[in-house]
Structure formats: structure tokens, C-alpha cells
């Protein structure tokens, strides 16, 4: 079957939306109306017009869409395709953790459950997890939850002393300096760009930390040709689409390859998101309270992502 012609077709007679997030593979990349980092993606959601969002990415992604955008059917292509730091984070151990610090702002990355979202004061993403912080007093006691790594390096930037929940993303955190190092020996005029989930090791030698846009528009509009790039190796498709005449090398997460791949984004393939469109399932169900008490921090950080002119 042709699945790009049979799923442009469903799209067309079901009004629906295709978003898809950069660790996409590449022919989903191509077939979407939107990609983007989670940021982007979900001041998408929050606005689309439309009967159906088919969400080409994570769970907490698709969910953050249907708390945005309640009456509109959000389906997701591959109910298994989760994240290590939403999982890394139970509720109930969450809120005994809290408890702990009661005078204390929770600050949560998206990259959390809805339930995390409930308890939560405001959400931040890799792309405005800084001006985020910085949204508080400087006295202001927080809880960052679940990256510890995305948390510590906002705390170098801000100057803060966040409390940081204990989750790492399995993707990020299992890449290495010496990895780096070899690639920059064979390509010392690499630059090495990389996301705050990586280590704090990594973060320092690198040329620029950032969400995925934020690498995506760094190596378009820096002048080297050749980088090296701490995230996921879904992000090399519009890397070079965007600069056709430059080199990118995905940092590999172990020997055997040179790639780095986030095994719940790579769940989505063509089939299911036809399949998807086609049955109108899975879709995301949330019963309505959550969905209320999850949207007030998200909108908060779409009103101060607006405020500072982050898309
Ligand atoms: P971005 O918001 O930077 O795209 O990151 C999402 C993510 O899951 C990174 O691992
Ligand atoms: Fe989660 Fe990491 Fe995969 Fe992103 S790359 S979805 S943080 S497991």
C-alpha cells in the first residue's frame, strides 16, 4: 500500500492535522502539516482548527494536545510509545516528595504525565525552561521535576538552587564525552551542539545547548560546515533540509552504531499512522478534571513563552 497517498487522503475527507515531533523518522517528518520541538508542538495543538490531531510522537506529547484542544479527537499511533522521564516520575511518590517542601513552586518539565501536571505550577520545555525559572522572584523556593539534567543546567544559567527530582531520559543521558572527543578528533573543525538533557559534562563542551528548534537554528545560521550533535538522529533529516551543504554526526550511543535513537519515538511507523487515521484510534481519553487542573500550568508557560516571543 501507499501509505503517504492513502494517509493524505484520510487527512483531507477526516479534517485532520498531522504533528510530528523532529525524532520522527524522515518520511513521517515529510508527510506532517507541523514539526517541531514539544514547545512548538503544543502551541500548535492549542490553536488547530480541526476535527483530529494524529500526534506523530510521545504520549505526554498527545496528551498535552488534548488538554489544549479538549473536543477535538487526538490520536496517538502507538499507545506504548511513552518516555523514560514521564515514567521516571509516579505520582504518588511525586506528591509524597513535594509534601516534602511545602513552601516550594513546583516547576515541571512537559515531558511528565497529566497527573504530574495537576500538581504542578507551571510547565516549562527545553525551549523555555530558563525564561521559565526566571519568571520567579530570585528568592523563590522550586522543584523542578523530572530532568535532572535539564534542572541542573537551569540551575547554572539562573544562578538558582531548584530542588531537582531524580529522572533522566535514557536517550541523552547514556551519551559520553569520549564519544564526543573521538568525533572531534576525526572532525576538529566540528562544532558540538547538544540538549539539556545530556549530562553536565557534555553540556560544558559544548558550542550551544538547546531544545531541538533551538539546535535546528544554531547550525543553520552559524557559519561552520561540519557539527556534532548530542540528541536524537531524527533531528539530521531537517538539519539537512535546512542546510543541504553542511556535515551532522549524531553522537552514537554505543559502538555498534552511529546513531541515537529514542526507542518509544521510533514506534511510530507509516502503517500505524494510516491504520490511526483510518479506525480514529488509539485516541487520547482523559476524564475532565484532569484535563482542567493540567491546563492552568500549561497555559501559563504558553503566556509567558508568548510574552518572551519563544515559538
Ligand atoms: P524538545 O522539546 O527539545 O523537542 O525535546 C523533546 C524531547 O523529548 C527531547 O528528548
Ligand atoms: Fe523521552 Fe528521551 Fe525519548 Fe525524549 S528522547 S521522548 S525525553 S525518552
Request: charged residues 25%; glycine residues 4%.
Amino acid at each position: 500500500m501507499d501509505y503517504k497517498k492513502e494517509i493524505l487522503k484520510l487527512k483531507k475527507a477526516k479534517n485532520a492535522l498531522i504533528l510530528a515531533h523532529y525524532y520522527q523518522v524522515d518520511e513521517i517528518q515529510d508527510i506532517a502539516d507541523f514539526v517541531g520541538d514539544s514547545l512548538a508542538l503544543s502551541q500548535k495543538a492549542a490553536n488547530a482548527d480541526v476535527d483530529i490531531i494524529l500526534f506523530a510522537g510521545v504520549h505526554f506529547m498527545a496528551e498535552t494536545a488534548k488538554i489544549l484542544n479538549p473536543d477535538t479527537k487526538v490520536l496517538l499511533p502507538d499507545m506504548e510509545a511513552g518516555c523514560s522521564l514521564a515514567d521516571s516520575c509516579p505520582y504518588d511518590d511525586f506528591v509524597a516528595f513535594k509534601n516534602k517542601y511545602p513552601d516550594h513552586v513546583v516547576v515541571s518539565y512537559i515531558n511528565t504525565t497529566a497527573a504530574i501536571k495537576t500538581v504542578s505550577d507551571v510547565i516549562c520545555t527545553s525551549g523555555n525552561a530558563v525564561q521559565i525559572v526566571e519568571s520567579f522572584p530570585k528568592n523563590q523556593k522550586i522543584i523542578f521535576a523530572p530532568d535532572r539534567n535539564l534542572g541542573g543546567y537551569v540551575n547554572r544559567m539562573t544562578g538558582r538552587n531548584m530542588v531537582l527530582w531524580n529522572g533522566t531520559c535514557e536517550v541523552h543521558d547514556i551519551l559520553t564525552t569520549e564519544a564526543i572527543l573521538k568525533l572531534k578528533e576525526e572532525n576538529p573543525d566540528a562544532k558540538v551542539v547538544a540538549h539539556p538533557e545530556c549530562q553536565q559534562q557534555i553540556l560544558e563542551i559544548a558550542d550551544y545547548v538547546g531544545s531541538t528548534t533551538g539546535l535546528l537554528n544554531f547550525t543553520r545560521t552559524d557559519s561552520a560546515k561540519k557539527y556534532i550533535v548530542a540528541t536524537e538522529s531524527g533531528i539530521l533529516h531537517q538539519m539537512y533540509l535546512d542546510s543541504p551543504d553542511k556535515k551532522f554526526m549524531v553522537v552514537p550511543s554505543d559502538e555498534s552504531c552511529s546513531c541515537n535513537d529514542c526507542p518509544y519515538m521510533k514506534l511510530n511507523t507509516m502503517e500505524k499512522l494510516y491504520f490511526a487515521l483510518k479506525n480514529e484510534k488509539p485516541a487520547i481519553t482523559m476524564d475532565k478534571q484532569t484535563i482542567e487542573l493540567a491546563r492552568r500550568p500549561i497555559e501559563r508557560m504558553l503566556e509567558i513563552s508568548k510574552k518572551h516571543k519563544i515559538i
